[in-house]
């Protein structure tokens, strides 16, 4: 699986993602999220789990405020499909609700990058 930690629900806490490991897509088996509540990880399941819809397979997740509106957004790289693919990024905004909405074509800062197999598309927390 992939993991990823950040202070999504923007209360000083890091909370923390864990995307399970897919070879198909419509495995259907859906993120599990905590969230980091005083200290403790309290795992939010449902429609509480704002990333319950989404389903690899990812080999990279990253939380990051990258467009730069105060939240935090998602940047999963696709697991490539064979060595020295062409891998694909997923970009999943935050918006205002705390609902994620897929931003395809030109809406995805990512789409066409010249990105093989073996590199990563999106720097680690704090790059």
Known sequence: ????????DADGASDLLILPYEEEPTAGRSPRFFR??????VEAT?????????HGPYDLAV???????????LILQRAPVYRNAE??????EQTADGSLVC????????KG??????VSA?????A
């Open 63 to 73: 939380l990051k405020d990258w467009d730069g509106d105060g939240d935090l957004d």
């Open 46 to 54: 449902g429609n509480s789990n704002p990333f319950r819809d989404i």
């Open 87 to 92: 891998v694909l990024v997923d970009f999943f």
């Open 113 to 118: 990058l010249p990105i093989r197999s073996g």
């Open 36 to 41: 980091n509540e005083a200290g403790s990880l």
């Open 103 to 110: 931003q395809d074509g030109l809406a995805n800062p990512f």
């Open 1 to 8: 699986g992939v993991v990823a930690a950040g202070d999504w």
């Open 122 to 126: 999106a720097g680690g927390p704090g």
